[in-house]
């Protein structure tokens, strides 16, 4: 949930976010994450076909699909074509269903520009993902100390020192203060993402994966000459219905003061009682988009009406499937939506809240969890009545 953070942040570099497909039994999926801050845009070419154009950067590109087996990728500054490749690497193995990022790291000014082939797949394949969040961290900041990340003063990353790439698994949990420090020197700050007066913070959640890279030189000006990005976050649970299963217990939120906590017992068995769980199970191998409330959300219907609900089994049934969209949606890009029953809601991105508001009033978190084909999206104070 650090990417709420970031986006906060008047930082120069764009990120690129973007959701995650669904995998293929031959197929993997690879994308770049561009982290020499001093080279240009460029274009990644896969066994002789270009594949990702134009990947700026600090940003990560989208992910794509590619066939297994071994091959040769090659990396080339943009539109000057693969004869004039900048980095290649040969003879590279690819897993079939697994995810795989080139990361750009080193700098051009001292020619030390190089990539790093990450399975993101084989790194988190120890962790219990139902159980909480994998960080994995790349400190490609010139200059730069090793590094220790702080949320609520608890390890989240240690001793990342430059070129080094460091996968974390982190228990769900609350935080309301994060910072980047030197390991060696704690008081030395490099990065503070929020502190504790503004009230409000972030979580690790389950079934998560998350990957961060350092930019720049060092020292310097941060969000100048040395930033941190985010590539695309992703989930890894099976379906909606696994994803959301595991948030119970946890008692996450992101203001302790709202009332909202990240629970999702009522829907879950709303959905049971009108039969739509193997519907939901195999959403995530078509594009979708599911509208999630959560326990506080339904608590905020009109007395009487979760009861009247269950007594209707078809009228159940609609209002659950008002929550659901056959395609993946992209809310920055909208201005209305329309669920699969034919409501149709206005939206506006609220600044103060950092949220997105349906008819400027259900309050939907400002970022999507990518699983499958399709995504989830978090409704913190009321239920899509159609």
Do not use: C
């Amino acid at each position: 949930m650090r990417h709420k953070i970031l986006l906060l942040l008047v930082f120069v570099l764009v990120l690129a976010v973007t959701p995650v497909m669904a995998q293929e039994g031959d197929r993997a999926w690879v994308r770049v994450f561009h982290l020499a801050l001093d080279w240009t845009e460029v274009d990644t070419y896969w066994g002789g076909d270009l594949i990702l154009e134009a990947t700026r950067p600090v940003s990560a590109s989208d992910w794509v699909a590619v066939e297994t087996g071994t091959i040769t990728f090659s990396v080339a500054e943009v539109g000057t074509g693969m004869v004039n490749t900048v980095l290649e690497v040969t003879d590279v193995t690819l897993e079939a269903g697994h995810r795989y990022t080139i990361a750009i790291v080193g700098q051009m000014a001292d020619d030390s520009l190089s990539t790093l082939l990450i399975d993101e797949t084989a790194e988190i394949a120890d962790f219990d993902m139902s159980q909480g969040s994998a960080i994995m961290t790349i400190n490609n900041i010139a200059g730069a100390p090793a590094v220790t990340f702080l949320d609520n003063e608890i390890v989240q990353a240690e001793n990342v020192g430059y070129g080094d790439l460091v996968t974390t698994f982190i228990p769900a949990m609350n935080w309301d203060t994060s910072i980047v420090v030197e390991h060696d020197n704690p008081d030395n700050v490099l990065f503070e993402f929020d502190t504790e007066a503004d009230g409000i913070g972030g979580f690790w959640e389950p079934y998560t994966v998350y990957l961060f890279g350092m930019a720049g030189t060092y020292p310097g000006e941060v969000w100048n000459d040395y930033g941190l990005t985010t590539a695309s976050h992703y989930t890894v649970a099976e379906n909606p219905i696994q994803f959301l299963e595991a948030f119970t217990g946890k008692n996450l939120y992101n203001n302790a003061d709202s009332g909202v906590v990240y629970e999702f017992t009522t829907l879950l068995s709303l959905i049971d009682e009108a039969g739509l769980t193997d519907t939901l199970t195999g959403i995530a191998e078509q594009p979708f988009t599911l509208f999630a409330p959560t326990d506080y959300a339904f608590a905020q219907l009109p007395d009487g009406a979760l009861d009247e609900l269950r007594a209707d089994p078809e009228l159940l049934e609609t209002v659950l499937l008002n929550h659901v969209v056959d395609e993946n949606l992209d809310l920055s890009a909208m201005e209305t939506l329309t669920t699969s029953q034919g409501t149709e809601y206005d939206i506006l991105f609220d600044d103060e809240s950092f949220s997105y508001l349906l008819n400027n009033d259900l309050v939907v978190n400002s970022f999507a969890y990518p699983l499958g084909s399709g995504s989830v999206w978090l409704i913190n104070n009321g239920v899509l009545l159609p």
